[in-house]
């Protein structure tokens, strides 16, 4: 088997690099470990900087977004029982898009599967040789057979568990971590969402965030244990929780039937560079943030965006400067997420260990947010989306 590019990984990255691949003329095979249907069904993130559900549009598989991506121009921020409005238009101009990482991976499927380009479910034991040559090689099985796969480069998008990023010789990569001493409870209900907006509240009890799939269903988080177990939270104690944590006078939330809930722990993480010889990781296998900011899809977009005009420039063109920039270019913008979410995460949840200088300090900050257009518009700035960071 031979290729131009192989892609680890049918997550956001690796689908959609495929597709803008596609559109350009360039051939990719996508490798990915699990089936169609764990891929399709595995709840994610949800909401599109506007730029980033452009993209999608502009590669051919937005048709979706467009007609049923809701388009929020603003967020409610509560501290304590009180609300106040960030208005993303009015501060910057733009907007966002909510809608499922779930849907945006069924679309990009659909769009894969139409091109008549190999995208391959189920594949095992995926091994990458021959990096630093030209002629790189990727090993799996699949069905039940050895396979080898030649290509020019490979693109490591197989998330935070890959083997792109370990297939990095030992001493080349430097690898940034920070844990959070606490993780996200997230449920989805069948329950038309009781705010129009997403609300991301900060109390004493900790951190809740209302936020949506469609006009028909709900999707709700609880700050929690990075380890929760959540055999000790049945439906009525979620709903008792979220109920506490997101009251506000006049404002009722409508409860409904939970069909699915999870736990996620949470975690800061980079690696410098993103590249070594022909290997590019992009998304998840690159960086993760805590969902705080909504930045985790978003940058695994923007990384592939990136990626692939890089390619084109070399396929078209024969030009070199954009892949060898690809690292330092992802890694500013990736870095202005890494801090607006790690800012987000800390000034909204309580840690066990927090004291009550802690407290008055993110107090004063929802209070500066609230009082401040400039502080306002930093948030709202980072929230849409920075272009060049
Ligand atoms: N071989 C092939 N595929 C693999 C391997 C492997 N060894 N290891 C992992 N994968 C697959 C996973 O099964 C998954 O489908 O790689 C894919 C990686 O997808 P994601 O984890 O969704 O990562 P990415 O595409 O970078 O998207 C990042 O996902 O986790 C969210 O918040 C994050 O929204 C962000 C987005
Ligand atoms: C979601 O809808 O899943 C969601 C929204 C905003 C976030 C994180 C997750 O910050």
Redesign the pocket.
Known sequence: MRTQVAI?????????LAQLLHVAGIDSVV????SRD??EA?I??GVLEHDVAELFVQAGVGERVRREGLVHTGVELQSGRERHRVAFDELTGRTIVVYG?TEV?KDLIAARLESGRPLLFD?ED?SLHDLESERPRVR?AHEGAEEELECEFVAG????????RPSVPAGILREFHREYPYGWLGILAAVAPSSDELVYAHTERGFALLSMRSPELSRLYLQCAPDEDLELWPDERIWEELQERLGVDGWTLHEGPILEKGVTPMRSFVVEPMQWRRLYL?????H??P?TGA??????VR?VAALAEALVAWYRDGHVALLEAYSETCLRRVWRAEHFSWWMTTMLHRAPEDDEFTLRLQQSQLRYLRTSRVAATSLAENYVGIEHA
């Not at 680890?8 to 959609?16: E, N, Y």
């Not at 992009?282 to 690159?286: F, K, M, P, R, S």
């Not at 930045?295 to 695994?300: F, S, T, V």
């Open positions: 680890v990984g049918a997550g956001p990255a690796g689908l959609t490798l990915e470990a699990r764990y891929v595995r994610r993130a990482q991976v594949v995926v799996f998008c197989d998330g935070f568990h890959g083997v792109s992009a998304g998840d296998a690159a993760i943030v969902p930045k985790g899809l978003n940058l695994a990384d």
